[in-house]
């Protein structure tokens, strides 16, 4: 069984930072593993991604305050993010995608304080 687990998020104000972390199971590769986010009253958005050749992609209007990482051996992806602001406040979810299927993680809550 496939598990997915975020971790990482929390309050903190303006302009500090934060960092997620995601880990997978129960699988033995990955296609892409990435993050949304979804504010509340909004359409879930993605974010970030780490494509199993290493490269990464991002948002562009989280570009250069948000960073994506991780170890495709190990499985894990990690959302570095910068000068936060009030409007990253979401739960931000975890994504795996592996064969052909998609795999979510419970989410984690990011809040940005004025």
């Known amino acids: 069984q496939v598990q997915v687990v975020e971790s990482g998020g929390g309050l903190v104000q303006a302009g500090g930072s934060l960092r997620l972390s995601c880990s997978a199971s129960?699988?033995?590769?990955?296609?892409?593993m990435g993050w949304y986010r979804q504010a509340p009253g909004k359409q879930r958005e993605w974010v970030a991604s780490l494509i199993t050749d290493g490269s990464t992609n991002t948002l562009n209007t989280v570009k250069g305050r948000f960073t994506v990482s991780g170890d495709r051996a190990k499985k894990v992806v990690f959302l570095q993010m910068n000068d936060l602001k009030p409007e990253d406040t979401a739960v931000y979810y975890c994504?795996?995608?592996?064969?052909?299927?998609?795999?979510w993680g419970q989410g984690t809550q990011v809040t940005v304080s004025p």
């Open positions: 994504q795996v995608r592996f064969q052909g299927q998609t795999h």
């Open positions: 129960g699988i033995s590769d990955f296609n892409t």
